[in-house]
C-alpha cells in the first residue's frame, strides 16, 4: 500500500514539475505580445486564465505539444476575439468566429513569409483587424515563444462557403 502511494507522490510530482504551468506560458506569452506592440496582452492572458481555470483548455494538459494563438480586438465592440489550439483540441475565446480555416492553416504551418505576403497582398484602405499569432514550442523548462503580428487575411471566395453567400 505504501508502495502504491509512493508511486503516485512521485509520478505527481513528475507530472508536476515537468514543463512550465500554463499560466506561466500565458504570462510570457502576455511579455512577448506587449513587446509587439499588442496593448491589450494583459486582457488576453486574463481572458486565457479564465478558460483554463473553466477547464476549455484541458486538451493542453495531454502532453507536451506546440500550442497556436489567435488574438484580435474588435475595435467597434472593444472584443477581444482568440483561438488556442494544438494537435489535441481547440477553444475559442467566445462564440464569434473571427479567423477563417485558412488563417489557422498559415499559422500552424508557421510560414511567416506566406503570412507577410498575404498580408501585403489584401492591404485595404479601410480598418481591417489586427492579428497577433503565437505559436508555443513546448520545453521542458523553457518553452520557445513566437509571434507575428498581421491584418486581417480574408478572401470571401476563400473564406465563406458558397452556400453561405
Not at 514543463?19 to 513587446?35: P, R, W
Not at 479567423?99 to 510560414?111: A, H
Request: aromatic letters at 10%; one cysteine or more; a neutral charge.
Amino acid at each position: 500500500m505504501q508502495a502504491g502511494l509512493f508511486v503516485m507522490l512521485i509520478l505527481l510530482l513528475t507530472i508536476n514539475c515537468s514543463g512550465q504551468s500554463f499560466k506561466d506560458i500565458s504570462k510570457k506569452v502576455a511579455l512577448v505580445n506587449k513587446e509587439q506592440g499588442n496593448l491589450f496582452s494583459n486582457r488576453s492572458h486574463e481572458i486565457r486564465m479564465r478558460l483554463y481555470e473553466t477547464g476549455k483548455l484541458d486538451f493542453l494538459k495531454r502532453g507536451t505539444d506546440t500550442i497556436w494563438m489567435l488574438e484580435s480586438l474588435l475595435t467597434e465592440s472593444g472584443i477581444i476575439v482568440g483561438r488556442i489550439w494544438n494537435s489535441h483540441g481547440v477553444t475559442d475565446y467566445n462564440t464569434y468566429e473571427a479567423f477563417s480555416p485558412y488563417i489557422c492553416r498559415l499559422v500552424e504551418s508557421w510560414d511567416t513569409a506566406a503570412i507577410r505576403m498575404e498580408a501585403e497582398t489584401q492591404a485595404r484602405a479601410f480598418h481591417s483587424m489586427h492579428i497577433y499569432a503565437t505559436r508555443v514550442i513546448s520545453a521542458a523548462d523553457n518553452p520557445r515563444i513566437d509571434t507575428i503580428s498581421f491584418t486581417e487575411l480574408f478572401q470571401w471566395k476563400r473564406d465563406i462557403p458558397a452556400n453561405d453567400r
